[in-house]
């Protein structure tokens, strides 16, 4: 693809928009990073101008200091001067080239399309560098899959899109802000550009294959999201799409029997390098804010559905042939004890006054705990402390953010990032506490650390395995209840017309309080999302409660979602206390309803 020849032209064209009117066409697709690149051309024009000449008048006043000073023949003088202006001309023209080199990216930037993102040589030299199965001879080019892949790219299209709303709604129902009414998709498509495979690895082991294929997609996609918030209903654009990354597919186990593994594992072993932007349109009160709030959201749910522990299971053969394979399977294995002691050196962000801090730490985006705010103070004390779940200690990180919050809006944070540090859980050892002070960034999680400068944070971390224990062994012992809401079948609707607007509405409430009538305090409460119009509804939603007595009661309530008050279907009560280690399903009659079942995974993990 030649670039260089088609691409200067740009930069005149850009020199003659700006001294007309200081404003360039910059094309629809791209603009935010290309406005970016705009500025970052203009700096470079200037570097041209200026070191190129300065640095050759400085190597001819040297050039003639040595030749006065240490020749004295004025033959050898002049040969002195020559020397000195072939020498200044060599650094100067190395100088001049890898300034070139740098306005070479920016112009590139400059014109590109999406689609451009998807040629080698444009990731070359916008990414820095080479695709890893250029550098590696382990890696295969794979045209063919290509080929393959846009015949079928229609059909992926589709199934791909079926999956993201069937996942990612739920998710975005379950776990947006607070100032956030509603949200989802309202038109769905990843568009004609397929994904591009650019190189496979394959790694063999003994009792399973993993494969690594890096992918990038740069793709026309026609997503538009569904936003209630503040009042105000919104159809953002999803726009400026760029995703690049590396996939893990995982064969195991191998079988005997065609296609010879049981089953196959999908993820991404670290974030992608995944950009986007949303375009509200004009005139559109609030979008500022509900932009600032959503993109790192919906960043945050996605790579926490596609990063390791993540992962999508796909099984190929049955259990009588693979036998178990619930070690494939997303499962806690270790309970994370938090206590976040004090933030130092923070750096002040508010014109008036000092910040006003809170830690934010999750395992996963779905699990998040934050501590109180700390006023006016940039050296802060907690001594607050959390457990999380772990699934995978020796590839999942603790991810630490720290905030000044600098107001609320109708629930939602208005906040700015002060640092962040992710802490690799394999530097601890299981059951030995860990103190340190962890130094914050502004780098993004996706690199391998998020940088220094931006003060540091204390924390105690105890990572302890989860031990088995016996069903039926209460007391006073502290853990977790992990539940999956599976389906509902049979139910009586209370409305007038159509089926149940059906959720289930779960809480874990202490012993004492179980007995009592009417207004009673819970230790946690939590819902599914809503299933409209649906007398057998299935959820498959899983909902944790961490940290929580052994001889408490789980309360589960099935409801009809109306206006007003919401009715009930039926409700269930379970012991924790005979709820075992191990994942189990269990199918309950609704009681107080003439008909309706209910089926729920549980599982109770023992922290201490």
């Known amino acids: 693809m030649e670039l260089t020849r088609d691409l200067y032209p740009v930069v005149d064209m850009e020199s003659d928009e700006e001294s007309e009117g200081g404003e360039s066409d910059v094309s629809e697709i791209g603009t935010s990073y290309l406005q970016v690149a705009k500025r970052k051309l203009r700096v470079l024009k200037r570097d041209l101008s200026g070191p190129f000449p300065i640095i050759m008048i400085v190597m001819i006043l040297v050039a003639i200091y040595n030749s006065v000073m240490f020749f004295e023949n004025p033959w050898e003088s002049s040969i002195g001067i020559v020397t000195g202006l072939l020498f200044g001309t060599v650094i100067g023209y190395f100088y001049r080239s890898k300034l070139r080199r740098k306005q070479e990216k920016i112009v590139i930037m400059n014109n590109m399309t999406m689609h451009d993102l998807l040629k080698l040589q444009v990731l070359r030299i916008v990414l820095g560098e080479i695709p890893s199965w250029v550098k590696q001879l382990t890696f295969a080019k794979v045209d063919w899959v290509n080929n393959i892949m846009h015949q079928l790219w229609p059909y992926y299209d589709r199934m791909f899109c079926k999956n993201l709303r069937e996942n990612i709604e739920p998710l975005f129902e379950h776990y947006k802000p607070a100032s956030v009414k509603y949200m989802g998709f309202k038109t769905l498509s990843l568009g004609s550009s397929p994904l591009e495979i650019v190189g496979i690895r394959p790694d063999p082991k003994d009792d399973h294959v993993v494969l690594d294929v890096d992918v990038v997609w740069g793709g026309s996609a026609l997503v538009q999201l569904a936003i209630h918030a503040f009042g105000t209903k919104m159809s953002p654009k999803v726009t400026d799409v760029v995703f690049q990354g590396t996939l893990r597919i995982l064969l195991k186990p191998l079988v005997d029997t065609p296609p010879f593994f049981g089953a196959v594992s999908i993820t991404f072993m670290k974030p992608p390098t995944f950009y986007f932007d949303l375009d509200f349109g004009k005139g559109i009160p609030m979008a500022g804010a509900v932009k600032k709030m959503m993109i790192p959201f919906i960043k945050g749910l996605l790579e926490d559905m596609m990063v390791w522990p993540n992962r999508?299971?796909?099984?190929?053969?049955?259990?009588?042939?693979?036998?178990?394979?619930?070690?494939?399977?997303?499962?806690?294995?270790?309970?994370?004890?938090?206590?976040?002691?004090?933030?130092?050196?923070?750096?002040?962000?508010?014109?008036?006054?000092?910040?006003?801090?809170?830690?934010?730490?999750?395992?996963?985006?779905?699990?998040?705990?934050?501590?109180?705010?700390?006023?006016?103070?940039?050296?802060?004390?907690?001594?607050?402390?959390?457990?999380?779940?772990?699934?995978?200690?020796?590839?999942?990180?603790?991810?630490?953010?720290?905030?000044?919050?600098?107001?609320?809006?109708?629930?939602?944070?208005?906040?700015?990032?002060?640092?962040?540090?992710?802490?690799?859980?394999?530097?601890?050892?299981?059951?030995?506490?860990?103190?340190?002070?962890?130094?914050?960034?502004?780098?993004?999680?996706?690199?391998?650390?998020?940088?220094?400068?931006?003060?540091?944070?204390?924390?105690?971390?105890?990572?302890?395995?989860?031990?088995?224990?016996?069903?039926?062994?209460?007391?006073?012992?502290?853990?977790?209840?992990?539940?999956?809401?599976?389906?509902?079948?049979?139910?009586?609707?209370?409305?007038?017309?159509?089926?149940?607007?059906?959720?289930?509405?779960?809480?874990?409430?202490?012993?004492?309080?179980?007995?009592?009538?009417?207004?009673?305090?819970?230790?946690?409460?939590?819902?599914?999302?809503?299933?409209?119009?649906?007398?057998?509804?299935?959820?498959?939603?899983?909902?944790?409660?961490?940290?929580?007595?052994?001889?408490?009661?789980?309360?589960?309530?099935?409801?009809?979602?109306?206006?007003?008050?919401?009715?009930?279907?039926?409700?269930?009560?379970?012991?924790?206390?005979?709820?075992?280690?191990?994942?189990?399903?269990?199918?309950?009659?609704?009681?107080?309803?003439?008909?309706?079942?209910?089926?729920?995974?549980?599982?109770?993990?023992?922290?201490?």
């Open 312 to 608: 999508y299971v796909m099984p190929w053969l049955d259990e009588s042939v693979t036998g178990p394979l619930d070690d494939l399977y997303l499962r806690p294995s270790h309970c994370l004890h938090i206590k976040v002691i004090s933030a130092r050196n923070l750096p002040d962000t508010d014109i008036i006054g000092k910040s006003d801090p809170f830690v934010s730490l999750y395992t996963r985006q779905t699990r998040i705990v934050k501590t109180s705010v700390i006023k006016n103070n940039l050296n802060p004390v907690w001594n607050e402390e959390f457990d999380l779940l772990v699934e995978e200690t020796d590839a999942q990180p603790l991810h630490i953010e720290v905030y000044d919050l600098d107001f609320m809006i109708m629930g939602a944070e208005q906040k700015e990032l002060l640092g962040r540090h992710k802490f690799w859980l394999n530097d601890l050892e299981p059951g030995v506490e860990k103190i340190a002070w962890l130094p914050l960034g502004l780098e993004d999680f996706s690199e391998d650390s998020c940088g220094e400068g931006r003060g540091e944070l204390q924390l105690s971390l105890l990572c302890n395995p989860i031990r088995e224990m016996p069903a039926g062994d209460a007391g006073a012992e502290i853990g977790a209840l992990i539940v999956r809401v599976v389906e509902a079948k049979d139910l009586l609707s209370s409305d007038w017309f159509g089926q149940a607007d059906a959720y289930v509405s779960l809480k874990v409430v202490n012993k004492h309080e179980h007995k009592k009538r009417g207004e009673r305090n819970y230790l946690q409460k939590k819902s599914t999302t809503v299933i409209k119009n649906n007398a057998n509804p299935a959820w498959n939603e899983t909902i944790e409660f961490v940290s929580i007595p052994r001889d408490s009661i789980l309360e589960v309530q099935v409801k009809d979602k109306d206006f007003g008050r919401n009715n009930v279907l039926g409700h269930v009560n379970v012991k924790v206390s005979e709820i075992t280690q191990r994942s189990e399903e269990a199918m309950f009659h609704l009681l107080g309803a003439k008909q309706g079942t209910l089926e729920l995974e549980l599982q109770w993990i023992r922290f201490h």
